[in-house]
């Protein structure tokens, strides 16, 4: 049984303010901070906002094999079947598919991808493995939007993972505009902590994937970072690459335009900060939100 002291305390019957966290962002020992393809003015970047964005990142002809691939899931009747399939609220429609890289080779090598990896071991200053991959579907006009949220406070709570030593990597696969529901992110919210009110219920996630009440912030810790702090949603074309830091507040809203919009995110945490039983108490979560059986580092493989 690993130590399992609570650190960041959410989840309970009573309201608690939210505090600084006493994790670094950048987990680089100070010599070998800048020893990577970041440079040091984006290395302070992240650390001070919680994200960095690259517009077209991949080049577009990287990105069709992956859109054509995308379009295939999308009418995958038995795909629609799987528990990892998150379909909207009352709707047919996919909204998220999780578990992407062990459905798909090509995906699970872009994991791997050496140019993503070396900027992530720079910010997490180890080896890393994949905690959670996943699609993010938002259809022309149906695509409802995601709840305000730090993906830590879930994964912390519900999946046991101990400390804030992970980050997720977000690559447009349709464009994503000012209409179409991009994701938004309020920059310096990774510095604090919102605790959360309300047990978790068992199998929280049946409904949370859908539209999330438990673990969503108070709107008075929200409105004090985002004056402090502003909202930003970074846009561009497929290819486009998002970097944000584990505890970084974001969201976004339901797609009333026609495009869809459509993002692949993959979870990398450090082989330091493997989960522990989960901190509400539930039993864990399956294995296509939470990665408990493979915790090897991964290795750069061309994709």
Request: proline share 7%; glycine share 8%; charged share 30%.
């Amino acid at each position: 049984m690993k130590d399992t002291q609570d650190l960041f305390p959410t989840r309970l019957e009573r309201k608690l303010g939210m505090f600084e966290r006493i994790d670094p962002v950048v987990h680089s020992e100070d010599g070998q901070r800048n020893d990577g393809p970041l440079s040091k003015e984006q290395v302070d970047e992240f650390d001070r906002k919680g994200f960095l964005s690259f517009e077209e990142y991949f080049d577009k002809e990287e990105m069709d094999a992956f859109i054509q691939e995308l379009g295939e899931y999308e009418d995958d009747a038995d795909l629609k079947l799987s528990e990892g399939t998150i379909l909207e609220p009352g709707r047919e429609e996919i909204r998220s598919i999780f578990g992407i890289h062990e459905i798909s080779e090509r995906f699970s090598r872009l994991t791997r991808d050496p140019r993503i990896l070396a900027m992530v071991q720079q910010l997490l200053g180890s080896d890393v493995y994949i905690h959670q991959s996943r699609i993010n579907y938002k259809p022309g006009f149906k695509g409802k939007g995601f709840d305000w949220h730090s993906d830590f406070e879930t994964w912390h709570s519900e999946d046991g993972m101990p400390r804030m030593r992970s980050l997720s990597c977000s690559i447009v696969l349709t464009e994503n505009g000012e209409f179409n529901g991009p994701l938004m992110l309020v920059p310096g919210s990774h510095h604090y902590f919102v605790p959360c009110v309300g047990r978790t219920p068992e199998d929280n996630y049946k409904e949370s994937l859908k539209s999330q009440y438990v673990g969503v912030p108070d709107q008075s810790s929200l409105r004090e970072l985002m004056l402090k702090g502003d909202i930003e949603a970074p846009k561009g074309p497929a290819g486009s690459l998002i970097m944000f830091e584990c505890n970084t507040l974001h969201g976004s809203n339901v797609n009333m335009s026609c495009w869809p919009r459509s993002n692949l995110f993959f979870v990398y945490n450090s082989v330091e900060n493997t989960l522990h039983d989960p901190y509400c108490g539930n039993k864990p979560r399956p294995e296509f939100l939470a990665n408990r059986s493979d915790w090897r580092p991964l290795k750069p493989v061309d994709s």
